[in-house]
């Protein structure tokens, strides 16, 4: 792995080499075990401001056989986390924890122990679990089941943030519930900020993408339907409402991350972020957009759109965002799934051309350009083994969308039949 030097975070050419075995070492013995091995499972970094790292570790508890576990490492400018086991060297420093004891998510032990999330619900049976996602110091999501002697399995997606965001999240999902099918709140706890989410019913887009048949494939909701579900969502309320910055307005932090870890894209980087940043803004009125919108945020069943997910980043932008990274996302799922590749560009058509004309191709094209910058951080991020191959690959993708945006077609014009 290329060497990340980062001159306020010290401590990360560390935390991605040979030296966080020594840290890891540490907080495992100081809960009485043995560490037996290690590696990266995932990066959140940000260039000059902090970085989480999260690893797979494999310890031994006494004379027991090794077990699985998940150690996490801090790092930022204002000095390690609270709550974390601080680790000093010289200008180092390093925040470090087990999971699930993330000191920013306190209800995280909660939704990851059966048994304590049995204890607070109380639906009178300990539930199957298991981890939806995990952004350290962030976020989680883990999905619970209910299997009942009789009767219908019970679901639950129990949401963990940090307790000051509770309030925010509560209001937008009670005020948007009216609008959209977004999840409804069965239970909450502020103090420990949690949620637990009824289950929508449907299939997310993607999976039916990635696992449908044809005749699947083609009921799938086209881009009218899309815009129409966008539509409902209620005007932004200015003064109370955040701006939610679009793909362009932070596609110069996403490529910094990408030049920092790979070096030798950096020119063409530079490049692309110094083009899509002349593009012309996409004018057009402020609404409410979903922040975060993609194939797998919205639900599907045989009526039509059922679910749509995630709705804690909402707030007032352009709707142009919102279109671009659903095709984003569409383009680098293409790429990942090759044998899959047909429908998906198949799908993708059919929203394209219902979005070209609500918002003119030229500015979808250059907020899906930046879209694919933000996209092209994943693989380095969740560590895939050939992570570096896998940002070109996305970086050439952002390259095409934006020599698009440049040239874009020329709006057709109705032809008179005789």
């Known amino acids: 792995m290329p060497v990340v030097a980062d001159p306020l975070l010290p401590a990360l050419e560390h935390l991605l080499g040979p030296g966080a075995g020594p840290l890891i070492r540490t907080v495992v013995e100081a809960a009485g075990g043995t560490l037996v091995g290690h590696d990266r499972r995932q990066v959140l970094y940000r260039p000059g401001d902090r970085a989480a790292v999260r690893y797979g570790v494999q310890v031994r508890w006494g004379s027991e ?8 490492a801090v790092t930022t400018v204002d000095g390690p986390p609270e709550g974390t086991l601080e680790l000093t060297a010289g200008p180092l420093a390093v925040g470090i924890f087990r999971y699930p004891h993330d000191p920013v998510l306190p209800g995280l032990p909660v939704a990851t122990f059966a048994d304590r999330l049995e204890a607070w619900l109380a639906y009178g049976s300990v539930p199957d679990l298991r981890v939806r996602s995990y952004r350290p110091t962030r976020r989680a999501v883990v999905h619970a089941r209910w299997s009942p002697p009789a009767g219908v399995a019970l679901e639950r997606y129990v949401k963990c943030v940090p307790p000051g ?5 509560e209001e937008w999902l009670t005020r948007l519930r009216p609008a959209v099918p977004a999840p409804v709140i069965a239970a909450a706890d502020v103090d420990r900020g949690l949620f637990a989410l009824e289950a929508l019913p449907g299939r997310t887009i993607r999976d039916v993408l990635l696992r449908g048949t044809a005749a699947e494939v083609d009921r799938l909701p086209d881009g009218r339907v899309i815009l129409d579900l966008l539509d409902r969502l209620p005007a932004p309320e200015p ?8 793909p362009i307005d932070r596609v110069a932090s996403h490529a910094a991350l990408l030049m920092a870890v790979l070096p030798r894209i950096a020119v063409r980087v530079q ?7 002349r ?21 599907v069943d045989r009526d039509g759109i059922s679910g749509l997910l995630d709705l804690d980043d909402a707030g007032s932008g352009q709707r142009v965002d919102d279109l671009a990274t659903f095709l984003a996302h569409l383009d680098a799922l293409a790429e990942a799934a090759p044998r899959r590749r047909r429908p998906i560009e198949r799908y993708a058509a059919r929203l394209r051309a219902a979005f070209e004309l609500a918002v003119g191709p030229a500015p979808l094209y250059a907020s899906t350009a930046a879209a694919l910058v933000g996209l092209a951080t994943g693989p380095f991020r969740v560590q895939q083994s050939n992570w570096a191959a896998r940002i070109e690959r996305r970086l050439e993708s952002a390259e095409r969308w934006s ?12 032809s008179i039949s005789a």
């Open 65 to 72: 056989p090794p077990v699985d576990e998940t150690v996490v």
């Open 165 to 169: 965001d509770h309030a925010r999240i």
């Open 403 to 414: 020599t698009r945006a440049a040239h874009p077609p020329r709006a057709k014009r109705a």
């Open 239 to 246: 003064g109370i409402d955040r701006r939610r910055p679009g």
């Open 271 to 277: 490049a692309l972020v110094a083009g899509l940043e």
């Open 279 to 299: 593009r012309e803004a996409a004018g057009g009125p402020e609404v409410l957009v979903h922040g975060d919108l993609y194939d797998a945020q919205v639900l």
